[in-house]
């Protein structure tokens, strides 16, 4: 007869693996909860502890005590699905919220968040479902009335999670506030509730725009900036519309003016009178005037990291406390949307608002907010570098968002002259291509004026404190100096500009067995000589008088570090030579763009470069021809071209200018590739982001453009169109990937118009902050942009109308060339 096998007995598996695969995961659980950095008392510490300890008493059991691995493997099981279900479900909570308070999180976003998940579900869902499998139960009618209820409860279960993410979604939806509307009697030229055009009606019938502009003023300060918060809070269940107002009056002892700000409440039918018969009434002529109209406003609950971290929409949201409000503006200005530290073992990493920062600007830590008790607590706290883990209790309250009040508001400045602009996170919402030319002449201006007398550029500048700092970079410097070559219009500055910054670097240049080298100490980067000399040979081809004495030894170093294979190595060193390791980013493309400069500078020249003792034609074309071939074939495989790319920027530049004299099929292909990769990740209105967002390079509407990626890939593009030109390939897409491009950047910079909290004391307008969220200035964003809009500009500009552009060649036509 057959024996019954008991039914509490577990499926037939070798007791190794029984006792080997729980083992392994008890050891990667424990080892999670003590590496990791959370406090003791959290619940992902107590989750992985609980979930380690099961798989360690089944793994024991499979050992010592075989008639309990059963139950043991089940709890570990049971325990393992909790592991992955509950921070999956916290993260779904947090896609709910913040996709409600973005519109789309985006394609980008979401890719993120499902690969957070990926490793998770590897470590505990295959090993819950094996646990499961192999203690699973005869069939019978309790086990499948069991069955069924184990069925309902998850059902269950599922209906309260899905109730409780459209609770998070409503969670995030502000409540709109009474807006500036109009009878139909009034303003005949606007209706209902288009906010700038009832505005723009109440101006011409209240502020003469002529004797508002042209009236004599004593104002010569005209700089709205406002540290802090306005006294001037949305009030609960109150039917009047809410504006503020930031603007120049009369100082009162007669000299002078003074910074004023306005809080004006009134009917929807009545504000926009009340706004512009105040700035008429209180305001200096030709005052600018900051205005920021009251749309919506959400209290904010408590949530995790996450939420709180992307809770304040850059340039959009604002944020009030019962007494004070810090406007959306306001938050950029005092760069406070980058400060908040989410991961505590990543001390470099800073992205979102700072609850306790914000608390300040409100007023609420002051010792008279908190007491004596608590403001003593929270000075202790600072001064030991606030550590999350040990902040006081009593101190919680400040550390997160809950409570204050997320304020939406549309944003306006009244312009000294008299011109009422929409902002939109602070800049125009559309800039047309018509002001191409003079966003350049603004760039270059303002890469001139951040020239010191030697030569030096400043590296970075707070456009609303005026702090700068001068660190010096030297591919920073000559690449800055490259685009003053290749783009500026002005002859006499573009000349001192260049010289200037040309005969800086070259002090630098030091002996390095036969060659010369630029650098400092006893390392010499490979980068840090190829880069300046790019920009000596565009200055040189550009006429700038430059001493050229040294042109031969620097060509001769970056032939020097040249590899067999075609390749770079990265650097220099005296007493040792030659280091060997990986080509540093942005490096080979440089070389290599440096070395098909002194190729055509030699053809074009061959006596003169003879006399400074350039190598042959011949020899550079070799290394040229080399490090082309290297890059299109071995150092970048075609499988994984499809999959991404890094950095590959200044191969497209250096192909660009090889146009001339060193055509290479393969390194072109390479660029081209390259871009057309990259621009997969320019936002256009198919990505569902905010329309101001539209042409940056980046995920979705939760992450904002960065200007120096975007404007980076304007290059690149820039290039690979020229390219594309010699080809006799199609341009359509890329002339209008290339408008995004443009008109992203040339709505952040800054200009005359949106700079209206700017410092006076250097030159900011023309400049290009980092990204909305981080206003600081610098050089080489600017000049990357400058680049960018320059050579990008020449293939979309409006001078070249549809029907003049030339019409691309067929395939044939194409063959035939």
């Given at each position: 007869?057959?024996?019954?096998?008991?039914?509490?007995?577990?499926?037939?598996?070798?007791?190794?693996?029984?006792?080997?695969?729980?083992?392994?995961?008890?050891?990667?659980?424990?080892?999670?909860?003590?590496?990791?950095?959370?406090?003791?008392?959290?619940?992902?510490?107590?989750?992985?502890?609980?979930?380690?300890?099961?798989?360690?008493?089944?793994?024991?059991?499979?050992?010592?005590?075989?008639?309990?691995?059963?139950?043991?493997?089940?709890?570990?099981?049971?325990?393992?699905?909790?592991?992955?279900?509950?921070?999956?479900?916290?993260?779904?909570?947090?896609?709910?919220?913040?996709?409600?308070?973005?519109?789309?999180?985006?394609?980008?976003?979401?890719?993120?968040?499902?690969?957070?998940?990926?490793?998770?579900?590897?470590?505990?869902?295959?090993?819950?479902?094996?646990?499961?499998?192999?203690?699973?139960?005869?069939?019978?009618?309790?086990?499948?009335?069991?069955?069924?209820?184990?069925?309902?409860?998850?059902?269950?279960?599922?209906?309260?999670?899905?109730?409780?993410?459209?609770?998070?979604?409503?969670?995030?939806?502000?409540?709109?506030?009474?807006?500036?509307?109009?009878?139909?009697?009034?303003?005949?030229?606007?209706?209902?509730?288009?906010?700038?055009?009832?505005?723009?009606?109440?101006?011409?019938?209240?502020?003469?725009?002529?004797?508002?502009?042209?009236?004599?003023?004593?104002?010569?300060?005209?700089?709205?900036?406002?540290?802090?918060?306005?006294?001037?809070v949305p009030l609960a269940e109150d039917e009047r519309a809410v504006a503020s107002l930031l603007f120049f009056s009369p100082h009162p002892k007669g000299r002078g003016a003074r910074l004023e700000e306005r809080c004006l409440r009134a009917s929807p039918n009545e504000l926009a009178r009340m706004l512009f018969e105040t700035i008429r009434n209180e305001a200096l002529p030709q005052s600018p005037v900051k205005i920021d109209l009251y749309r919506a406003s959400a209290r904010l609950e408590r949530k995790n990291a996450i939420v709180e971290t992307f809770a304040i929409r850059p340039g959009v949201d604002g944020v009030c406390n019962a007494k004070r409000c810090l406007m959306p503006w306001q938050l950029i200005a005092l760069s406070e949307l980058s400060v908040n530290q989410p991961i505590s073992f990543i001390p470099d990493l800073h992205f979102g608002v700072s609850p306790l920062r914000l608390r300040r600007l409100l007023g609420e830590t002051s010792s008279e907010a908190l007491g004596t008790s608590l403001s003593d607590a929270l000075t202790a706290w600072e001064e030991r570098g606030m550590p999350r883990d040990e902040a006081p209790r009593e101190l919680e309250p400040l550390l997160t968002l809950e409570g204050l009040i997320r304020l939406e508001t549309e944003s306006f400045i009244l312009l000294g002259s008299g011109e009422l602009l929409r902002l939109v996170r602070g800049k125009e919402p559309e800039v047309p291509l018509e002001?191409?030319?003079?966003?350049?002449?603004?760039?270059?201006?303002?890469?001139?004026?951040?020239?010191?007398?030697?030569?030096?550029?400043?590296?970075?500048?707070?456009?609303?404190?005026?702090?700068?700092?001068?660190?010096?970079?030297?591919?920073?410097?000559?690449?800055?100096?490259?685009?003053?070559?290749?783009?500026?219009?002005?002859?006499?500055?573009?000349?001192?500009?260049?010289?200037?910054?040309?005969?800086?670097?070259?002090?630098?240049?030091?002996?390095?067995?036969?060659?010369?080298?630029?650098?400092?100490?006893h390392r010499f980067n490979l980068g840090e000589t190829a880069l300046p000399l790019i920009a000596i040979y565009s200055c040189l081809e550009r006429g700038i008088q430059i001493d050229?004495?040294?042109?031969?030894?620097?060509?001769?170093?970056?032939?020097?570090?040249?590899?067999?294979?075609?390749?770079?190595?990265?650097?220099?060193?005296?007493?040792?030579?030659?280091?060997?390791?990986?080509?540093?980013?942005?490096?080979?493309?440089?070389?290599?763009?440096?070395?098909?400069?002194?190729?055509?500078?030699?053809?074009?020249?061959?006596?003169?470069?003879?006399?400074?003792?350039?190598?042959?034609?011949?020899?550079?074309?070799?290394?040229?021809?080399?490090?082309?071939?290297?890059?299109?074939?071995?150092?970048?495989?075609?499988?994984?071209?499809?999959?991404?790319?890094?950095?590959?920027?200044?191969?497209?530049?250096?192909?660009?200018?090889?146009?001339?004299?060193?055509?290479?099929?393969?390194?072109?292909?390479?660029?081209?590739?390259?871009?057309?990769?990259?621009?997969?990740?320019?936002?256009?209105?198919?990505?569902?982001?905010?329309?101001?967002?539209?042409?940056?390079?980046?995920?979705g509407n939760l992450i904002v453009p960065s200007n120096t990626p975007t404007a980076g890939l304007g290059e690149a593009l820039a290039a690979a169109m020229a390219i594309k030109e010699a080809r006799g390939e199609d341009l359509a897409r890329d002339k209008a990937t290339m408008r995004l491009i443009l008109g992203y950047l040339l709505r952040q910079q800054w200009t005359p118009r949106n700079c209206f909290a700017c410092t006076t004391q250097r030159t900011v307008i023309g400049g290009f902050s980092e990204a909305i969220t981080i206003p600081e200035v610098r050089i080489d964003y600017t000049q990357h942009a400058w680049a960018a809009l320059g050579h990008g500009g020449k293939f979309v500009s409006p001078s070249f109308s549809e029907g003049n552009e030339r019409v691309p060649a067929s395939g044939a036509e194409r063959k035939a060339r």
């Amino acid at each position: 007869m057959n024996e019954h096998k008991p039914r509490d007995a577990v499926r037939p598996a070798p007791r190794w693996a029984l006792t080997l695969f729980p083992g392994l995961h008890a050891l990667i659980f424990l080892w999670g909860a003590a590496v990791l950095p959370y406090r003791a008392a959290s619940s992902v510490f107590i989750l992985l502890m609980l979930v380690g300890c099961a798989h360690l008493v089944a793994a024991l059991s499979a050992s010592f005590a075989e008639r309990f691995v059963r139950r043991a493997l089940r709890f570990a099981a049971f325990f393992s699905i909790a592991a992955f279900v509950y921070p999956a479900f916290e993260i779904m909570r947090s896609a709910a919220y913040l996709s409600a308070l973005y519109g789309d999180l985006g394609k980008g976003v979401g890719v993120v968040l499902l690969v957070m998940l990926a490793p998770l579900a590897l470590v505990t869902l295959p090993m819950a479902f094996w646990s499961l499998a192999i203690t699973r139960k005869g069939k019978t009618k309790t086990d499948r009335r069991r069955r069924d209820i184990r069925a309902s409860a998850i059902a269950l279960i599922g209906l309260v999670m899905g109730a409780l993410l459209l609770n998070e979604r409503a969670d995030a939806r502000a409540e709109p506030l009474p807006q500036i509307a109009v009878d139909a009697s009034k303003f005949g030229g606007a209706r209902g509730h288009d906010v700038h055009a009832i505005l723009l009606e109440a101006k011409r019938e209240i502020l003469d725009e002529a004797s508002w502009s042209e009236a004599e003023t004593t104002l010569r300060a005209r700089r709205l900036f406002k540290r802090t918060a306005f006294e001037c809070v949305p009030l609960a269940e109150d039917e009047r519309a809410v504006a503020s107002l930031l603007f120049f009056s009369p100082h009162p002892k007669g000299r002078g003016a003074r910074l004023e700000e306005r809080c004006l409440r009134a009917s929807p039918n009545e504000l926009a009178r009340m706004l512009f018969e105040t700035i008429r009434n209180e305001a200096l002529p030709q005052s600018p005037v900051k205005i920021d109209l009251y749309r919506a406003s959400a209290r904010l609950e408590r949530k995790n990291a996450i939420v709180e971290t992307f809770a304040i929409r850059p340039g959009v949201d604002g944020v009030c406390n019962a007494k004070r409000c810090l406007m959306p503006w306001q938050l950029i200005a005092l760069s406070e949307l980058s400060v908040n530290q989410p991961i505590s073992f990543i001390p470099d990493l800073h992205f979102g608002v700072s609850p306790l920062r914000l608390r300040r600007l409100l007023g609420e830590t002051s010792s008279e907010a908190l007491g004596t008790s608590l403001s003593d607590a929270l000075t202790a706290w600072e001064e030991r570098g606030m550590p999350r883990d040990e902040a006081p209790r009593e101190l919680e309250p400040l550390l997160t968002l809950e409570g204050l009040i997320r304020l939406e508001t549309e944003s306006f400045i009244l312009l000294g002259s008299g011109e009422l602009l929409r902002l939109v996170r602070g800049k125009e919402p559309e800039v047309p291509l018509e002001r191409r030319d003079e966003a350049l002449k603004l760039a270059e201006k303002h890469i001139a004026d951040a020239q010191r007398s030697d030569g030096f550029f400043r590296y970075r500048l707070d456009p609303h404190t005026g702090r700068e700092h001068s660190g010096w970079s030297l591919p920073r410097q000559a690449g800055t100096t490259l685009v003053v070559c290749e783009l500026g219009q002005d002859e006499e500055q573009t000349e001192r500009v260049a010289s200037r910054s040309i005969d800086l670097m070259l002090r630098d240049a030091k002996a390095v067995g036969d060659f010369l080298a630029l650098g400092s100490g006893h390392r010499f980067n490979l980068g840090e000589t190829a880069l300046p000399l790019i920009a000596i040979y565009s200055c040189l081809e550009r006429g700038i008088q430059i001493d050229r004495q040294k042109l031969a030894g620097l060509t001769r170093f970056v032939i020097g570090l040249q590899r067999d294979s075609g390749g770079f190595h990265p650097a220099y060193a005296i007493g040792t030579g030659i280091i060997e390791g990986p080509e540093p980013l942005y490096a080979g493309g440089q070389a290599v763009f440096a070395l098909t400069l002194a190729e055509r500078f030699v053809a074009q020249s061959p006596e003169e470069a003879e006399r400074l003792g350039l190598p042959s034609r011949e020899e550079l074309f070799e290394a040229v021809e080399r490090a082309m071939n290297y890059y299109a074939r071995d150092y970048w495989p075609r499988f994984i071209r499809e999959l991404f790319f890094l950095e590959e920027n200044w191969h497209c530049l250096a192909a660009r200018a090889s146009l001339t004299h060193h055509r290479n099929e393969d390194y072109e292909r390479f660029c081209l590739d390259y871009v057309r990769f990259k621009s997969r990740l320019v936002l256009d209105r198919a990505s569902r982001v905010a329309p101001e967002l539209i042409g940056g390079h980046s995920f979705g509407n939760l992450i904002v453009p960065s200007n120096t990626p975007t404007a980076g890939l304007g290059e690149a593009l820039a290039a690979a169109m020229a390219i594309k030109e010699a080809r006799g390939e199609d341009l359509a897409r890329d002339k209008a990937t290339m408008r995004l491009i443009l008109g992203y950047l040339l709505r952040q910079q800054w200009t005359p118009r949106n700079c209206f909290a700017c410092t006076t004391q250097r030159t900011v307008i023309g400049g290009f902050s980092e990204a909305i969220t981080i206003p600081e200035v610098r050089i080489d964003y600017t000049q990357h942009a400058w680049a960018a809009l320059g050579h990008g500009g020449k293939f979309v500009s409006p001078s070249f109308s549809e029907g003049n552009e030339r019409v691309p060649a067929s395939g044939a036509e194409r063959k035939a060339r």
